[in-house]
């Protein structure tokens, strides 16, 4: 059973940075493809960044200038680095998991969510 723990979240003010951190474990095959992302409270759930195991990446347009994903060398740990928050960036950020690399995308089915981590900007 995949599970995923997000971890990194917390009260920021804008113009400050935030690492979120993602803890994969139950992975039956090398390969997956994670995705993060976030929903604020009475929007629709934003999709952010995907990374497979291979470490190709795609950041969606809105967030490419601020934000960047990555993994460790052993690929169960996956984090988003944001930069330059702002108020508007303060919502729940989910990462979740598929265990196919291809297709990868923000689009795919996730089939494995952790619990969020929660993001405040304030200004």
Same mark, same amino acid.
């Given at each position: ?77 996956? *984090? ?12 729940? *950020? ?15 089915? *996730? ?13």
């Amino acid at each position: 059973q995949v599970q995923l723990v997000e971890s990194g979240g917390g009260s920021v003010q804008s113009g400050g940075s935030l690492r979120l951190s993602c803890a994969g474990s139950g992975f039956t095959r090398n390969s997956r493809c994670l995705a993060w992302f976030r929903q604020a409270p009475g929007k629709e759930r934003e999709g952010i960044a995907t990374i497979n195991n291979e470490g190709s990446t795609n950041v969606a347009d809105s967030f490419k200038d601020r934000f960047t994903i990555s993994q460790d060398n052993a690929k169960t740990m996956f *984090y988003l680095q944001m930069n330059s928050l702002n108020p508007e960036d303060t919502a729940m *950020y989910y990462c979740a998991a598929r265990q196919w690399s291809i297709p990868c995308s923000i689009d795919s089915p *996730y089939n494995h969510w952790g619990q969020g981590t929660q993001v405040a900007v304030s200004s």
